[in-house]
């Protein structure tokens, strides 16, 4: 079993960063590739990054590319998702999740989520 917390987000005015950090528990943590997805009010789900289990693999959605950075540390159980050059675009309600494999199949874990707005 993996328990995921999310933390870090907020209100912030368009072009500012954000750090968002998602806290694993288990002893498994390294071998799940990490991913984030979001959802804004009135919208689909969608997907913003992931990482694989040892970190040298990273994939983004273009809407968030050379914007945003995934990246995680094993020895802490920590994925993080640095946010920079916000947009109101950019607000959503941001999930943390597991799953076996970065290039597909379901995800195993999901957190509760954490809300970050951004305004213009």
């Known amino acids: 079993q993996v328990q995921l917390v999310e933390s870090g987000g907020g209100l912030v005015q368009a072009g500012a960063s954000l750090r968002l950090s998602c806290a694993a528990s288990?002893?498994?943590?390294?071998?799940?590739?990490m991913g984030w997805l979001r959802q804004a009010p009135g919208k689909e789900r969608e997907f913003v990054a992931a990482?694989?289990?040892?970190?040298?693999?990273?994939r983004y959605a273009d809407s968030v590319s050379g914007r945003f950075t995934i990246s995680r540390d094993n020895t802490k159980k920590t994925v993080y998702l640095q946010m920079n050059s916000l947009k109101p675009e950019d607000t959503a309600v941001y999930y943390c999740?597991?799953?076996?494999?970065?290039?597909?199949?379901?995800?195993?874990?999901w957190g509760q989520g954490t809300q970050v707005t951004v305004s213009s």
């Open positions: 999740t597991a799953r076996r494999s970065l290039s597909g199949g379901p995800y195993d874990y």
């Open positions: 288990g002893r498994t943590f390294s071998s799940y590739a």
């Open positions: 990482i694989s289990g040892s970190g040298g693999v990273t």
